[in-house]
């Protein structure tokens, strides 16, 4: 069983930085990518940033130049810089961990006020 836990959500204002971690445990010892993915009130699931064991990094457009995706292989943890925060990027966060199957954390909400 594999457990995925997002933390570090919360408000702030344009502008602003904000860093999300996601950590996964339980039964994988090691997963091949993890990545960040997030959903506005009443938008679908959008990808973020993923980034692989290897350290090989991807970024949607929208985010590129913004946002740094980092990770801790042993500890199977994955982070998410975000600066120069922008309205449109409010939605809760996904992580999501890929190892045989991909495994999806709860979310955390990222607020940003205008």
């Known amino acids: 069983q594999v457990q995925v836990v997002e933390s570090g959500g919360g408000l702030v204002q344009a502008g602003g930085s904000l860093r999300l971690s996601c950590a996964a445990s339980?039964?994988?010892?090691?997963?091949?990518?993890m990545g960040w993915y997030r959903q506005a009130p009443g938008k679908q699931r959008e990808y973020v940033a993923l980034?692989?064991?290897?350290?090989?990094?991807n970024y949607a457009d929208s985010v590129k130049g913004r946002f740094t995706i980092s990770r801790n292989n042993a500890k199977n943890t994955v982070y998410l810089q975000m600066n120069s925060l922008k309205a449109e990027d409010t939605a809760v966060y996904y992580c999501?961990?890929?190892?045989?199957?991909?495994?999806w954390g709860q979310g955390t909400q990222v607020t940003v006020s205008a």
């Open positions: 999501e961990a890929v190892a045989v199957r991909d495994y």
């Open positions: 339980g039964s994988i010892v090691s997963f091949s990518v």
């Open positions: 980034i692989t064991r290897g350290g090989i990094t």
